[in-house]
């Protein structure tokens, strides 16, 4: 039963990256169709983040009074509402209505599902949990890609995603007797105010490290497509099929540092990691003709991002102890989101004023803060005692 309930939640994490990266793929020609200017994408984006930051901030409450199992199938709806909703959208601002449920839909289920993972899975399947999360939000730029080149147009893209959202949440709907109650479902981990989470020792270096983290990933997740087209000056089905070279790099490295996660440890994965997003950062910056240079650097970046998150979550049982971990991952997703919410939009107004040139110094400046932050954290938790490994 526990593999069989692991392949759901493996489909479940499919289902949360499909529409992530859908918005930066697609952008280029939604922006024409429906007159708005480079930097409105940063709007949607802040609207989609911030519901992603109160259902995460809810996901707490919501875990112990509906379960895991049932969180998640509501929260793939509401996103699969929602992007079926773009597909018929005539208008910008409807666009950002629709961002709300789409926002809400995803934060419940990344907090629910990764401490879920994190308490009771060891660390290459959290390694390869957001390996298929990174494989959903790999396909779905060539989705976005083919749809513009052929008769569908951006909006075909949004409906056949919607219609594989719609189809996982009936398998993960019907898997919900299997999903573990109780203590295992997190329902008697102990409750923490907000406060009470962010007085924990170490939590802040935590939190800041993961907002560094997410203005990376997501920077270049949502400016990939963009930056081949306004800066390359490549076409737009091109462009937007190179925007998965992110996702690709982060979704083979995911799926390789699921054999050795173990034996390296967590700290020894964000190190790693955050020196391979330098050398991926280097190669974006070095001032070549063509864009060769720039498939390798995405590509680069996305392979240093693939450690990263999921060493950060599955240490956070270990970093804050297991009764503390269902609240302290909800406000790390929250920060995560944060992240994900003001820095790319801000780079928009950025790219918009002064070039999209600029990226690999915007990059490189949250680099080093999450390197940082991160080893501030080891700082303050020398001395801890290692919990035992989840047995499956």
């Not at 990344?110 to 660390?123: P, S």
């Not at 920077?219 to 737009?236: N, V």
């Not at 650097?297 to 979550?313: E, Q, W």
């Amino acid at each position: 039963m526990a593999s069989l309930l692991l392949a759901v939640i493996y489909l479940a994490f499919i289902s949360l990256g499909l529409p992530d990266s859908l918005l930066g793929s697609g952008w280029a020609s939604m922006r024409v169709e429906l007159g708005a200017p480079l930097s409105a994408m940063g709007l949607i984006s802040m609207i989609i983040a911030a519901g992603t930051v109160v259902s995460s901030l809810a996901s707490d409450f919501l875990t112990r009074k509906l379960g895991t199992g049932l969180v998640t199938v509501i929260s793939i709806l509401l996103t699969a509402g929602a992007m079926l909703g773009f597909s018929f959208a005539g208008t910008y601002w409807l666009l950002c209505v629709l961002a709300v449920p789409y926002g809400l839909g995803a934060g419940g289920v990344d907090a629910a599902l990764n401490n879920y993972v994190a308490l009771h899975y060891k660390a290459r399947h959290m390694s390869w949990l957001h390996c298929f999360w990174g494989l959903g939000a790999l396909v779905s730029p060539f989705i976005m890609g083919a749809a513009i080149a052929g008769e569908a147009g951006w909006r075909g893209g949004y409906s056949l995603v919607s219609y594989v959202q719609f189809g996982i949440m009936a398998l993960v709907g019907i898997s919900l007797p299997l999903w573990k109650k109780g203590k295992e479902d997190g329902k008697e981990a102990k409750a923490l105010t907000l406060p009470q989470t962010l007085r924990l020792k170490g939590v802040f270096f935590i939190l800041i490290a993961f907002f560094c983290y997410s203005a990376v990933e997501a920077t270049a997740m949502q400016w990939a497509s963009s930056y081949f087209k306004e800066y390359r000056a490549l076409p737009d089905d091109l462009a937007a099929m190179l925007g998965s070279l992110f996702y690709i790099g982060i979704t083979v490295g995911r799926f390789a540092c699921g054999f050795f996660s173990e034996r390296a440890g967590d700290k020894a994965l964000i190190r790693g990691g955050v020196a391979v997003i330098a050398v991926g950062i280097v190669l974006l910056a070095l001032p070549v003709g063509g864009y060769a240079v720039s498939v390798a650097g995405f590509l680069v970046i996305g392979l240093g991002c693939a450690p990263v998150y999921p060493s950060i979550i599955h240490s956070t049982p270990y970093n804050f102890g297991a009764e503390h971990s269902q609240a302290v991952i909800g406000v790390e997703m929250a920060f995560a989101y944060i992240g994900t919410t003001f820095m790319p939009p801000l780079f928009g107004v950025i790219a918009q004023y002064a070039g999209i040139a600029f990226m690999p110094l915007w990059l490189a400046l949250f680099a080093v803060f999450l390197f940082c932050m991160t080893e501030l954290l080891n700082r303050s938790n020398r001395g801890r005692q290692s919990a035992a490994p989840p047995t499956p």
